[in-house]
């Protein structure tokens, strides 16, 4: 059997496929064994959508940019592409799955020392398929961009975004996943920064029943800075997880991660965030906080910082608490006649907000960001 | 006629403890200002609590009546909008809540029950310079997260300020003047008077006669030992400060 998945795929892309299918087959869903996958739970998988393509929206792309569908630039000019999709070493089950059948997803690359003011967007609505989206961000040396990414629809969605950050290049990238209750969103992003390179990832995890969110970023280059902020606000039986990976593989790196959640009915929240200082990763300094509020007795949080560092000269720090909303200052809000879902709501948003209020985002993009909190913050309430 | 808050025989306690309130008594009529005066633990905190409805006290014998209806079952938001309004002697730091969002939220949850419509941003502006103006409160205070490192007299301040941009019918001061210098006290006390109405009963709980100096009260209760042990006009207080509060323990 052809493992082609697109009409005109180059041939080097069909025989990869082939043998990230070999490993998917091999390695199978990951169940409750694979540590990372603990807690995410595939059952919703086992009677899968048929696989599709999401509807896909990308903004313009200004000069000197490529912004464009992943499926264009594979039948357009493949050779762009050849040495970047390809299967990592050490890539997981649904990672392989995806380079097997993704059959679209963009590509953004950035001329070095270009840097663009305007945000770019993109867009995908699952349309209760089965989706494999692949995106590829390369900026080049010294360039700068701001990503604004929305996931939305129902269905499965398995993504996989590769980024490459050169020498001095800055990422700003947000997004928002807002998918109906009934589906699955599993993201793994991987980053490569350069020396000095300066990347934020904002993640808003808001809807879908599952979702997950990796973020492997490898600090490669000397005085790269990555930064990861995110919130998930789940009620109903919703499970969200967030898995980042800072690993801080150069000298005088720093590295920060801020996740929050809040919690209702009988959600279940994960936070394991690594932290890896192999040798030689002296100076690095590096910061994990995972907070978190349960607004039930049936929501549920595990969070499971995991640090292995074996440079001397290293500064790191990290914490995780879980808690209530504060009774006294309800009660204070309460007595100015706020009724309780409202004083509720009030204390939601003002726990998770800086989350966004901190993101280093154009306004109107952080605004965006900040109504979405709001509004779920008010379901929950 | 019946008085905006009638406290009958008033028996409460922290839930699963012991009782706080042995048998409150008091009556407050509109357009009066009762002073509460009384040692440290008497339970004075208590009752502004327990008349605010805060979660947690189980009031286990006697009654509140305000406004001529049994409040018993009235929770502290439907108080609030009823116009029962609590300064808090340990106003709440709110981290992440805009000062004047939440005052905004406030006022209009207010004015719905009175089936007022909300004021929009520019409105609420008009009124919040009104009330700053009375108050000499800093404008500074009401772009910050609510009461987040105010100093204890700019809590305080900050109390009455709500108290004035809310205006209810009763208002209960839980040792408003604690911990203000002297200009403040002065500046909150004119605040108070200023808020003096015919429609409108004011509670204090104080310690110190000073206050009664610049606001004076009609009535003068002693709380001692969850009950009210002793009531005068304001001379009664001046009286107080040189008697103490010993012989009106031992009296009870
Ligand atoms: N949360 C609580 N748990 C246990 N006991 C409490 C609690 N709150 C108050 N008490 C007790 O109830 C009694 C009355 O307290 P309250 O705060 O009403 O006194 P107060 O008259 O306001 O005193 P002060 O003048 O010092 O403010 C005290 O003995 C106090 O220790
Ligand atoms: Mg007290």
């Given amino acids: 059997m052809s493992a082609a998945v697109l009409a005109a795929e180059p041939l080097w892309l069909t025989a990869r496929r082939a043998v990230a299918m070999d490993r998917f087959a091999a390695r199978g869903l ?24 999401a509807r896909l929206t990308l903004s313009a792309a200004p000069e000197g940019v490529t912004f464009t569908r992943l499926s264009t630039l594979l039948a357009q000019a493949p050779e762009r592409l050849e040495a970047l999709l390809a299967l ?15 059959s679209d ?32 961000v390369l900026l080049g040396e010294g360039a700068s961009a701001t990503l604004v990414e929305r996931a939305n629809g129902s269905g499965w969605s398995n993504n996989v975004t590769h980024a490459v950050l050169g020498a001095g290049a800055r990422l700003r990238h947000a997004k928002l996943q807002a998918q109906a209750a009934d589906s699955v969103h599993l993201s793994a992003m991987t980053l490569t920064l350069g020396a000095g390179a300066d990347h934020e990832s904002v993640i808003l995890a808001l809807g879908a029943g599952v979702s997950r969110e990796a973020v492997t970023t490898a600090l490669t280059g000397e005085g790269a800075t990555a930064s990861l902020r995110g919130a998930y606000l789940l009620g109903g039986k919703q499970q969200a ?74 500064k790191c720090s990290h914490s995780a608490t879980v808690g209530a ?51 779920w913050a008010e379901t929950l309430a | 006629m019946t008085k905006l808050l009638e406290v009958e025989n008033l028996h409460a306690r922290i839930a699963g403890g012991r009782d706080i309130l042995k048998g409150i008594s008091l009556s407050v009529g509109a357009g009066e200002v009762h002073a509460i005066m009384g ?45 029962i309004f609590l300064a808090f002697q340990y106003p709440v730091e709110i981290p992440g809540v805009n000062n004047t969002y939440f005052l905004r939220a406030s006022v209009n949850a207010i004015r719905r029950e009175r089936g007022e419509p909300d004021l929009d941003a520019s409105q609420f502006l008009k009124l919040v310079k009104k009330k700053m103006s009375l108050l000499d409160i800093k404008d500074d205070l009401l772009k910050r997260a609510v009461n987040v490192g105010f100093s204890g007299g700019e809590k305080k ?22 911990g203000l210098d002297i200009d403040a006290l002065r500046a909150v006390s004119d605040g108070v008077n200023k808020l003096r109405d015919p429609n409108r009963a004011i509670v204090m709980i104080t310690h110190y006669q000073r206050l009664l100096d610049y606001i004076e009260p009609d009535f003068v209760h002693v709380l001692a030992n969850g009950r009210i042990v002793a009531s005068g006009d304001k001379s009664f207080a001046r009286e107080l400060e040189k008697t103490g509060y010993a012989h009106l323990e031992r009296a009870a």
């Avoid at chain 1, 963009?106 to 995106?135: F, I, K, T």
């Avoid at chain 1, 409202?342 to 280093?360: C, H, K, P, T, Y």
């Avoid at chain 2, 900050?158 to 040792?175: G, T």
Wanted: aromatic share 4%; with cysteine.
């Fill in chain 2, 39 to 83: 040692p440290n633990g008497a339970g004075k905190s208590t009752l502004s609590a327990v008349l605010a409805a805060k979660p947690g006290y189980d009031v286990t014998a006697g009654s509140i009546s305000y406004g001529g209806a049994d409040i018993a079952d009235m929770a502290a938001d439907e108080r609030a909008r009823k116009g």
């Fill in chain 1, 105 to 136: 997803g963009y590509v953004l690359e950035v001329a070095p020392g270009l840097h663009l003011d305007a945000p770019l967007e993109v867009s995908h609505d699952n349309q209760g398929r089965a989706v494999h989206m692949r995106a590829l």
């Fill in chain 1, 88 to 102: 990592p070493e050490g890539a997981d089950a649904l990672s392989a799955l995806n380079l097997a059948m993704f």
């Fill in chain 2, 157 to 178: 301040r900050n109390e009455i300020f709500q108290m004035a941009m809310l205006e209810p019918k009763l208002a209960i001061l839980d040792e408003t003047d604690s």
């Fill in chain 1, 30 to 53: 990951p169940t409750a064994k694979d540590e990372a996958w603990r807690f995410t739970n595939l059952h919703a998988l086992t009677a899968r959508a048929p696989s599709g393509t």
């Fill in chain 1, 241 to 314: 997880s967030f898995v980042p990976e800072l690993l801080h593989l150069a000298r005088n790196c720093t590295s920060r991660q801020l996740v929050k959640g809040v919690l209702g009915g009988t959600a279940h929240g994960v936070f394991l965030g690594h932290i890896g200082v192999p040798e030689g990763g002296d100076g690095t300094n590096a910061g994990q906080t995972n907070r978190n509020i349960l607004l039930s007795p049936g929501a549920r949080v595990d969070t499971r910082p995991r640090l292995e560092i074996l440079a001397d000269d290293v």
């Fill in chain 1, 325 to 375: 909303l504060d009774e006294t200052a309800l009660f204070y809000l309460q007595s100015r006649g706020l009724a309780p879902p409202q004083a509720r709501r009030m204390l939601i948003e003002a726990f998770a907000a800086d989350i966004v209020d901190g993101a280093d985002l154009p306004a109107p993009q952080r605004e965006s960001l900040q109504q979405a909190l709001s509004f």
